[in-house]
């Protein structure tokens, strides 16, 4: 197995500009998630998924959206970047009491 | 979920025991401890879990008192590549959501 497997894994964007940040995980978990973490802090949840169909927000969603089309995907969209979504972005998905984390995607905003 | 308290920093010499201490005073019946940590620039990894039973694995030890208001977390021979951030996390088992706090921040040293 894979596990969480997450593209890119760098990326530099503009002010305005709109990306995905693609999350899939070959365990067939039904829950997923995206976090997002700032230099020297801890992960803050964006959005989280329940199952295909399924998502709701977290503690910061401004400025993000997602859909759960499969079990396997769950990409993250960033409409008009702003600098203050400079930061390190997981995906992470879940079996019953664990949560399976991705390596990352370092985004700048310029 | 309830709330956690963890010291901002510890330092452990190689081969020695870390133990890290959590604070949750407010936890509740159905609530379980979970540790998860993160070494530099990489997602975040399940360490352990437990209700109030003590709790071991191939990778550490987790101590709960009696009155589930603290627990110990423990790498009983910790190598250099322990050094990371240690994150103790109160939540119900099949509630879907980690908070994380700051963390420990362990620095084992040769």
């Known amino acids: 197995n894979a596990g969480v497997t997450q593209t890119p894994k760098f990326r530099i964007l503009k002010i305005g500009q709109s990306m995905t940040l693609q999350c899939t995980q070959d365990?067939?978990?039904?829950?997923m998630y995206w976090y997002r973490q700032d230099p020297g802090m801890g992960l803050k949840l964006i959005y989280y998924?329940?199952?295909?169909?399924?998502?709701d927000k977290g503690e910061v969603p401004n400025g993000y959206n997602v859909s759960r089309s499969t079990t396997e995907d769950f990409p993250l969209r960033l409409e008009l970047a702003a600098p203050s979504q400079t930061s390190v972005y997981f995906c992470?998905?879940?079996?019953?009491?664990?949560?399976?984390f991705g390596p990352g995607t370092r985004l700048t905003v310029l | 979920d309830a709330k956690t308290t963890q010291p901002t920093s510890m330092d452990c010499a190689e081969g020695r025991a870390a133990n890290l201490p959590c604070n949750h005073s407010?936890?509740?019946?159905?609530?379980?401890v979970y540790w998860y940590r993160q070494i530099h620039s990489q997602g975040p990894q399940y360490i352990i879990h437990g209700l109030k039973n003590n709790e071991t694995n191939e990778m550490a030890s987790l101590i709960i008192t009696e009155d589930r208001k603290s627990s110990t977390l423990i790498l009983p021979h910790a190598t250099l590549r322990d050094t990371a951030v240690y994150y103790c996390?109160?939540?119900?088992?099949?509630?879907?959501?980690?908070?994380f706090g700051a963390g420990t921040i362990l620095r084992v040293k040769s």
């Open positions: 407010t936890i509740s019946g159905n609530e379980y």
């Open positions: 992470a998905s879940q079996t019953v009491d664990t949560q399976y």
């Open positions: 365990m067939n978990h039904n829950y």
């Open positions: 998924s329940v199952g295909a169909g399924i998502t």
């Open positions: 996390i109160v939540k119900k088992e099949y509630g879907n959501k980690l908070v």
